[in-house]
């Protein structure tokens, strides 16, 4: 079993700065790749950023420049540095890591105000 604990939300103004956190706790020999997918209220699930093990990074264009994904493998955490927020940043923010299997956390609320 995997627990995946996130961190960080919040609500700040535009132009400001928040960070992430997801930790991976539980059978996570073999942890592979992780990520962050956010989702704003009716829109579809979208990713933001992932990692693979080896460091190698992704971002949607809408948050590249802006948005910074890393990992600590020897903690098992993924973190997500977020700046230059905009308003249409605001989302529920879900940590994605697989481990044989994927799974997501519970997701934290980041709500970016005008």
């Known amino acids: 079993q995997v627990t995946l604990v996130e961190s960080g939300g919040g609500l700040v103004q535009a132009g400001g700065s928040l960070r992430l956190s997801c930790a991976a706790s539980?059978?996570?020999?073999?942890?592979?790749?992780m990520g962050w997918y956010r989702q704003a209220p009716g829109k579809q699930r979208e990713l933001v950023a992932d990692?693979?093990?080896?460091?190698?990074?992704k971002y949607a264009d809408s948050v590249a420049g802006r948005f910074t994904i890393s990992r600590d493998n020897a903690k098992n955490t993924v973190y997500l540095q977020m700046n230059i927020l905009k308003p249409e940043d605001t989302a529920v923010y879900y940590c994605?890591?697989?481990?044989?299997?994927?799974?997501w956390g519970r997701g934290t609320q980041v709500t970016v105000s005008s």
């Open positions: 994605n890591v697989f481990i044989r299997a994927t799974y």
């Open positions: 990692i693979s093990v080896g460091g190698r990074t």
């Open positions: 539980g059978s996570t020999f073999g942890i592979g790749a």
